[in-house]
């Protein structure tokens, strides 16, 4: 399963980053989408998340910064992070939770998690 899965990159202190995660559409359930980041050293964190009913979670570390939504395919999350700091530099993954998908046999398959392969993200001075 590819998660379709775009932004990071090189961003300034103080800027802001806007990244985007598409899940392919033969999964029709989930519990929840969302970003987590792992920065060199540590373990992975969440960024933010959004449940299948809508409840956002965001991490610690990021709380009153970002924000997630939802595009009107449920499958795809648009989290937003503000105020950036050089903490915020790490490898960002996407994440779909507990995903039931429909195979090319029309089997429902439930899987723990998907992640994305990830994209580094360097917030720079």
């Known amino acids: 399963v590819q998660l379709q899965a775009s932004g990071g990159g090189l961003v300034q202190a103080g800027g802001s980053l806007r990244l985007s995660c598409a899940a392919p559409?033969?999964?029709?359930?989930?519990?929840?989408m969302g970003w987590y980041r792992q920065a060199s050293g540590k373990q992975r964190e969440l960024v933010a998340s959004i449940t299948s009913g809508g409840t956002t979670n965001y991490g610690d570390s990021v709380k009153g910064r970002a924000t997630i939504s939802r595009g009107n395919a449920k499958n795809t999350v648009y989290p937003q992070m503000n105020s950036l700091k050089f903490e915020d530099t790490g490898v960002y993954f996407c994440?779909?939770?507990?995903?039931?998908?429909?195979?090319?046999?029309?089997?429902?398959?439930?899987?723990?998690?998907?992640w994305g392969q990830g994209t580094q993200v360097t917030v720079s001075s």
């Open positions: 994440n779909v939770d507990k995903p039931v998908e429909i195979n090319p046999s029309g089997e429902y398959v439930a899987s723990r998690a998907y």
């Open positions: 559409r033969n999964i029709f359930q989930f519990d929840s």
